[in-house]
């Protein structure tokens, strides 16, 4: 089967840009959780989610960006940028746009 | 009403919720096109409970049916499983007014559906769960 989901992750001097891309749901949402726990050691200042080509998030996905935050970038502040409307109806209908720094774009 | 069963497994989640999602795709109304995607997490997150929660030795399965009334233009959507007793309405809803730092990871399944449709009824019968959605379109 064709994967729902494409994740690109890196991480440079505490800034740490995870590309999602397709579908994160609950299929999937621990493939990519699994990766970023590789982080919890380092020190991170900023997570930042490129989603402009998600096209859809369930709840495994948004405990994905809570579990962010609480275990691996407990200082960070997490950015969502580019959100597609059905991620960031999403976000809103679980009042996470408020805690996230969503912007259309990144400024380095 | 069109039904189907299948074994409650992650596997089989993509069939089940597009047997939903085809099945209302030819019928008429208001916001179709729009309850369709917020429809698909509907249906993940009631599916997903079941798979994840409702068997103990992860085996069993899942019963899907849905009907669209044209007269009352009502969507409905019911599923059942022979699964432990859980009743997704008594579970704490998430407080939305937390930072991410003090938000509870569970819930919030169950509150998107709560939130997306109009009615969401829960009956315990003969050792099973049944979990009725509906919504009514204008």
């Given amino acids: 089967m064709e994967a729902k989901l494409e994740f690109n992750i890196q991480e440079k001097g505490g800034i740490v840009k995870i590309t999602l891309e397709g579908q994160l749901d609950a299929t999937n949402a621990n493939s990519l959780l699994e990766e970023l726990k590789k982080l919890t050691d380092k020190n991170i200042k900023e997570m930042v989610f490129f989603v402009k080509n998600l096209e859809y998030i369930a709840s495994a996905g948004v405990r994905t960006l809570i579990f962010s935050k609480q275990k691996i970038g407990k200082n960070a502040d997490i950015y969502l940028i580019a959100p597609q409307d059905e991620v960031l109806e999403v976000m809103k209908m679980v009042g996470l746009n408020n805690f996230l720094i969503i912007q259309d774009e990144y400024n380095e | ?138």
């Fill in chain 2, 1 to 138: 009403m069109p039904k189907l069963k299948k074994a409650a497994k992650m596997e089989n989640l993509e069939q089940m919720i597009n047997f939903v999602l085809e099945g209302i795709k030819n019928k008429n109304f208001n916001g179709k096109n729009k309850f369709l995607k917020k429809l698909r997490l509907v249906c993940e997150e009631a599916m997903v409970n079941i798979i994840n929660y409702a068997y103990e030795d992860g085996v069993g399965d899942i019963e899907i049916f849905y009907d669209f009334s044209e007269e009352e233009n009502m969507f409905i959507l019911k599923l059942i499983d022979k699964g432990v007793a859980f009743n997704p309405l008594e579970i704490k809803e998430p407080d939305l007014d937390l930072s991410l730092e003090y938000r509870q990871i569970g819930g919030l399944g169950i509150y998107m559906i709560k939130t997306i449709m109009d009615n969401v009824e829960y009956k315990r019968e003969n050792n099973q769960n049944i979990l009725t959605l509906s919504k009514v379109f204008d």
